[in-house]
């Protein structure tokens, strides 16, 4: 069972950048996609982007070209650097493991999340 830690949400105006990160534990990534999904309020949560065992990575076309992910594998660490924010990207983001991703369908493993971390965009 992997443990997600989710840091480095806050606050940004449109077009600045964050950066959050997401330190694991427990069981390896295998054939999950680990990565990061997003979810405001009443709204269905929505996949953003994963990087696979083979450095593989995906992302959701909303985020294309303006967010990176990146995992450092010794450490355990996993990065969402986050450029030219939107007011729409406004979300709670929460790493986790995909048992799909990309044009499959964003669809997380059961309870495979963090606590997740705030991003607020104005």
């Known amino acids: 069972h992997v443990q997600l830690v989710e840091s480095g949400g806050g606050s940004v105006q449109a077009g600045g950048s964050l950066r959050l990160s997401c330190v694991g534990s427990g069981d390896t990534i295998g054939r999950y996609c680990i990565g990061w999904f997003r979810q405001i309020p009443d709204k269905e949560r929505e996949g953003v982007a994963c990087t696979e065992h083979n450095d593989q990575t995906a992302y959701t076309n909303s985020v294309s070209g303006r967010f990176i992910i990146h995992r450092d594998k010794i450490k355990n660490t996993l990065t969402l650097i986050m450029n030219n924010l939107k007011i729409e990207d406004t979300a709670m983001y929460y790493c986790?493991?995909?048992?799909?991703?990309?044009?499959?369908?964003?669809?997380?493993?059961?309870?495979?999340w963090g606590q997740g971390t705030q991003v607020t965009v104005s």
């Open positions: 986790a493991k995909f048992e799909s991703w990309g044009s499959m369908g964003w669809h997380t493993a059961p309870g495979s």
